[in-house]
């Protein structure tokens, strides 16, 4: 009798303890519910709320009532969820899960209710009830969760593209998109979708370029992709460091150290890739015939010998140049390179990365041209004064806080001009102080004449952009199928998600483009745009976000969402920059398509295409708000100093009205979850030719995501958020890492299907290349991960081939 007391006093304060989580998860539902309601958001969460409320004050009262109460409410719930959102998944996710989670503790309670008419067996009856109705549930989000594949190729086009490039890819991987045309297509198939699945790690090595100091951690991000050229294979690291490798087998051959300190460092270590020349007319066996050329952190060209790694006496001043002369005053950091140079008729063609969001008399974005071989600057082009000697007069600098180019330029050495993908002026929220050549060269794609330095044509993306909608992606070059023949043309992808067609020759679009009216207002309604230009030919960009569109890992974090949306200013795309509330900027900063840029299949007229799709929260702070908090300048007190974050959040913009801070991807405080429901990523397939969208689907899986930042350790296609490209082969392979997962992935380009994976030891927040040594195919990626995508950060390289 004592066991059977003790049980039932258990139960009965197990009921209340029960009941009063109820009543409180109801008192919270309730008022945030009403909140909503004043904000003219869904009515849905206080009704639930009130609903939860008494349902748990009556289960803590052990009346049975209250259950049933409860079960009525979770019906309703699911009626309501499928009437706002149907058999969506992921949205069902927030919506179901967690109610049907507490459904089975509020059935298992039956028995301790009073009077006792509800015995275990009605309890257990009903919770299977609920097993059945999770069953339907679960099926519904694994059915639409997991893939959204739109169909198979339906026959791909054959574009039969030229390659514009004096050097092939195949047997070699001679420049950072495989040529300076950035295809990242090989014409190797001796790894194919038949015997993917064989594919092993060949070897493995480590550069040993790790964070050494508390101002490098929480910086690093390698993004490298090596070159291949003979028998070698060459790598940088974060900090620079030049290493060459033997293609076949892993050893070291050299290494190169240019010492770039800690200090540097901008936002990211990271050296994306490498340049390879050859000098024309020189001997083989001359020093610095060939030779391997990088752009520094702390804005260097460096050049050695691609044979022994020795810097180049005959370039610069023992091998190194610096890129930063007639640019004014630079504090550590503020100017750097992380981006590959290109080089096109013998002159190297550089940007900078001028640190963001740090203040309006920052650096100039000048772009610089030098001989390959000596290192002298053949040219400046600063937009503001193109007709500035060279070099400028003494006591003359570039013009500060223009449009720079931090990412890798695209080159045709037919007809020798380089594409420039062009970022903002000084400032990327602010518009206002921007001078009219600004205006006319941010956010575009402008080519340049490398033999004299002077623009060509240009194509802006967007117009007096304040959303940080830079070029963040190489053109591809392609000779464009149309009905009178192919053009030389090339392929330009935006943050915007918008995908372009133009003619290399001229800048003319070959497919349609067309001024739209947007969104108005913000701070400086008289600076934005009646319109902005859209592309008809292809977009990656998904429909504008409503108050459903807002997740979450239960009602109570969805409903913070949505509240937080309905306080923000969101007009949709193009919504401009706000000080007195918050305002959503869909697709983020991030992209669309960002740095990896898309791969083009030359054979089936393919174009592969990863993407992100989050939004971000965005705040303009007034300056004296700004100034209270501490805001300041790279070298200034707080110095710039991101401390990992994500960028933009809390970017002083000194000289401007307005800091910014930028809550990345639109997280929740505490619990760090995404407010926009999955997808985060994808990768798609489209027509070349008509912009088809062939198939779509998420890239990544939710291992290493969760709330908290704990692991949830799930093999679920959940579409992560993920930086780098994509390869493709001839053997109808995408080789692809790039996501939050940590897993490098092969995907059968027919059907988008995943056909291989291996886990990597980092984050792969790189792009893959391959190369033929001895016979055999190799895939490799640099696993260096990224502080900004949260990935583990390593020092590895990775060589994948099919067993001998």
């Avoid at 963040?472 to 030389?488: C, E, F, H, I, W």
Wanted: net charge neutral; glycine share 12%.
């Amino acid at each position: 009798m004592s066991d059977i007391h003790h049980a039932r006093t258990a139960s009965v304060w197990a009921t209340r303890i029960l009941g009063a989580v109820l009543a409180l998860i109801g008192i919270t539902l309730l008022v945030g519910g009403v909140w909503l309601i004043s904000l003219g958001g869904s009515p849905y969460y206080a009704l639930a709320g009130a609903g939860l409320l008494v349902s748990g004050v009556l289960i803590a009262m052990r009346r049975s009532l209250g259950v049933w109460l409860y079960v009525i409410v979770f019906l309703a719930t699911v009626v309501w969820a499928f009437w706002e959102v149907g058999a969506n998944g992921w949205a069902l996710v927030p919506r179901t899960v967690a109610p049907l989670v507490l459904l089975v503790f509020v059935l298992a309670a039956l028995p301790a209710m009073r009077p006792y008419t509800c015995g275990w067996r009605t309890a257990w009856g009903a919770i299977v009830g609920v097993l059945v109705i999770a069953v339907v549930v679960g099926a519904a989000i694994a059915y639409s969760a997991p893939s959204f594949l739109k169909s198979p190729v339906p026959g791909a086009t054959e574009a039969g593209m030229g390659e514009p490039s004096l050097q092939k890819v195949g047997e070699n991987w001679p420049a950072y998109g495989g040529t300076y045309s950035a295809r990242r297509y090989s014409p190797l198939d001796q790894i194919n979708a038949g015997n993917v699945g064989e594919l092993k790690r060949a070897w493995l090595v480590h550069t040993g370029d790790m964070p050494q100091s508390d101002f490098a951690a929480g910086k690093y991000g390698a993004e490298n992709t090596p070159l291949k050229v003979g028998g070698l294979l060459y790598v940088c690291t974060p900090k620079n460091i030049m290493i060459a490798y033997d293609a076949a087998t892993g050893e070291q051959r050299w290494r190169y150290d240019p010492g770039v300190p800690d200090q540097a460092i901008p936002y990211t270590a990271a050296c994306r890739g490498v340049a390879y020349y050859v000098v024309p007319g020189a001997s083989a066996d001359a020093a610095c015939a060939t030779r391997i050329i990088e752009g520094t952190l702390d804005a260097r060209l460096i050049a050695v010998d691609a044979r022994t790694g020795k810097p180049c006496a005959d370039f610069g001043e023992d091998g190194q140049v610096s890129t930063s002369q007639n640019m004014g005053s630079i504090v550590p950091g503020m100017v750097s390179m992380t981006s590959a140079p290109t080089i096109v008729r013998g002159v190297i063609v550089i940007g900078h990365q001028i640190l963001d969001g740090q203040k309006r008399d920052a650096p100039s974005g000048v772009i610089k041209g030098f001989d390959a071989v000596t290192g002298a600057q053949r040219w400046g082009w600063d937009m503001t004064q193109p007709d500035l000697p060279n070099p400028p007069p003494e006591g003359k600098i570039y013009t500060r806080g223009t449009p720079n180019m931090w990412t890798t330029a695209t080159g045709d050495e037919a007809l020798g001009y380089v594409y420039l993908p062009l970022g903002n002026s000084a400032v990327d929220y602010w518009s206002g102080s921007r001078s009219d050549a600004e205006n006319a060269y941010s956010s575009s794609l402008t080519a340049i004449d490398v033999t004299t330095g002077k623009p060509v044509w240009t194509f802006q993306t967007v117009h007096k952009d304040v959303w940080d909608y830079d070029l963040g992606s190489q053109a591809t070059l392609v000779d464009y199928p149309t009905a009178n023949g192919t053009v030389p043309a090339l392929v330009l992808p935006s943050k915007k998600g918008d995908i372009y067609i133009l003619d290399r020759r001229t800048g003319k679009p070959l497919t349609g483009v067309e001024e739209r009216p947007v969104a108005q207002g913000g701070v400086e309604p008289d600076q934005r745009s009646p319109t902005q230009p859209f592309s008809l030919y292809h977009t990656l960009r998904k429909p504008d976000l409503t108050e459903a569109s807002m997740w979450g890992m239960s009602p109570i974090d969805q409903m913070a969402c949505r509240i937080q949306f309905r306080e923000a200013s969101y007009k949709g795309f193009y919504t401009p920059p706000t000080s007195d509330t918050h305002s959503v900027e869909y697709p983020g900063y991030n992209g669309g398509s960002d740095w990896g840029g898309v791969a083009v299949d030359p054979k089936r007229g393919i174009v592969i295409a990863n993407y992100n799709d989050m939004p971000n929260y965005n705040r303009l702070v007034p300056r004296a708000e700004a100034d209270k908090l501490g805001w300041t300048p790279r070298g200034e007190a707080r110095g710039g100093d991101l401390g990992g974050g994500a960028e933009g959040a809390g970017d002083p913009q000194a000289g401007a009205p307005y800091a910014i801070n930028v809550n990345a991807g639109w997280r929740l405080p505490f619990t760090g979850l995404l407010c926009k429901q999955p997808p985060y990523g994808g990768i798609q397939a489209f027509d070349l030719k008509s912009g088809k969208t062939l198939w779509d689907r998420p890239l990544g899986q939710a291992l290493n995501n969760g709330p908290f930042g704990i692991p949830s350790m799930l093999p679920v296609n959940i579409g992560t958020p993920n930086n780098g490209g994509a390869l493709v082969t001839a053997g109808g392979l995408i080789f692809i890492a790039a996501a939050t997962d940590d897993l490098i992935r092969a995907i059968d380009i027919e059907t988008g299907k995943t056909v291989w994976e291996d886990k990597l030891p980092a984050g792969g927040q790189a792009t893959p290349m391959t190369y033929e040594a001895n016979g055999r195919q190799y895939v490799v990626i640099m696993t260096g991960g990224h502080h900004f995508m949260e990935t583990p950060i390593g020092d590895e390289v990775i060589a994948y081939a099919l067993p001998k």
